[in-house]
């Protein structure tokens, strides 16, 4: 069984800093992209960042400039470094995994975390 279990989110005045991260944990033979996602109130859940296990990352217009996504794949971990954080960044965040359980021939599939909450107030 395939888990992701986020951690770091918490409360940071506008201009702050936060990191979050992810790590999965079960039975994974492979890793393509991780990310994270996240959801604010009474908004739909929309793309922050994603990094491929080449390194690959891709960013929202909104986060942009702001933001770092990273990985240590031999630990299954995915980092979201942020700065100059903003109230509209108020949000649950989620993370995310396409992962492969069983092997090479086989397809892979998307796992979400349980979601961190990030408040961005003062």
């Known amino acids: 069984q395939v888990q992701l279990l986020e951690s770091g989110g918490g409360l940071v005045q506008p201009g702050g800093s936060l990191r979050l991260s992810c790590a999965a944990s079960?039975?994974?033979?492979?890793?393509?992209?991780m990310g994270w996602y996240r959801q604010g109130a009474e908004k739909e859940r929309e793309l922050v960042a994603t990094?491929?296990?080449?390194?690959?990352?891709n960013y929202a217009d909104s986060v942009k400039g702001r933001f770092t996504i990273s990985r240590d794949s031999a630990k299954n971990t995915v980092y979201l470094q942020m700065i100059s954080l903003q109230p509209e960044d108020t949000a649950v965040y989620y993370c995310?995994?396409?992962?492969?359980?069983?092997?090479?021939?086989?397809?892979?599939?998307?796992?979400w975390g349980q979601g961190t909450q990030v408040t961005v107030s003062s």
């Open positions: 079960g039975s994974i033979f492979s890793i393509n992209v």
């Open positions: 995310y995994a396409t992962i492969r359980t069983t092997g090479p021939s086989y397809p892979s599939y998307e796992y």
């Open positions: 990094i491929t296990n080449k390194g690959n990352a």
